[in-house]
């Protein structure tokens, strides 16, 4: 990997989403990388951040700078310290104007964007598109945001590579495999429930990760499982929250749903923990962190089959993928992982061989030293 590395983020430790995270991961990796080649070259900047909100076991504060959204300051210095670089990475492709200015002032600086779903999977307008035109690798999270972007996009197939996202490093170990009692007591669980859990933010705005189907398969399997349970983990606006709400109630299923609201990153393990699958019939998923930390849990998964989530099961051979617009299909999912769990719980051995941290560093480096 070349030295003198500048890398562009919209949000990188004042939020908890899956960018963030990749974000994160990403910057550690390129530090790591940077060192192993004798320098100390790397230079992280936020837009949205402020320069306190760094977490340094991912790396140093000396390293990273945040601009508390003044975007004008943030372009800036972005053109200031991206003149002459090796290399200017990006984030997301909401900073694709950054980084065509660093490129007209900065020929020579290779240019790259990491491409994660929904935000490069629709036409860009014309002078996006020219930006996007400037870069010179496109590294994509999953073979579908590939695939869409290629034909979207017209990106040259020999400039966009996959790199899947992977686990966090320093994501809690496995616990022990018995519910939390604190998390059972708060949730009113037995040991004889069977729990159903998605981890997502509810957002009346984007309503495509599909607990909407999980509620009729829940609804209709409540009188074969009646001890099912259907945790919906993270925080939702109230015009969604009141949405949803009013569905359950018209499914009857207020003793089988439950919304936990937002939870903190240190309680993430233990509701792993209290589920026996997780679910998450999405839509339009560019990869799928979630999975990925559900299976190192030790949990099965079912997803959809039409976006970046059939990356994150590996084609289906770490667990179960299904239409996710046909609620019977997910019934059926659920009724054969509930009848035969162990049939369907993941290996963490692969799991970690597949979306490990290491692997997710080697690949990095390959793609950048052929940039």
Known sequence: MPDKTLFLTLRTFSATGGIEKVSRVAGMALRELACEQGGDSLKVLSMYDDSGDVDEK????????GFGENKLQFVYEALRQGTGCKQVILSHANLLLPGFLIKLLSPKTKLVLLAHGIEVWSPFPFLKKRMLAKCDQVIAVSAFTKARMISVHQVAEDKITV??????????????????????KRYGLTIDNLVLITLTRLSSSEQYKGYDNVFFAVKELKAQFPQIKYLVVGKSDELEQARV?????????????????????????AHYCIADLYIMPSKKEGFGIVFIEAMYYGKPVIAGNKDGSVDALDNGRLGLLINPDDQQEIAAAIVKVFNDKNAYLPKRREVLAKFGYPVYKEHLREILDKV
């Open 58 to 65: 991912y790396f140093p504060a000396a390293i990273f700078d």
């Open 163 to 184: 790199l899947n996202n992977c686990l966090d490093p320093f994501l809690q170990l496995p616990l022990e495999n018995q519910r939390s009692p604190v998390l059972s």
């Open 245 to 269: 709400a009013q569905l359950v109630k018209e499914l009857g299923l207020e003793q089988q749903v439950i919304f936990t609201g937002f939870i903190p990153d240190d309680e993430l393990a």
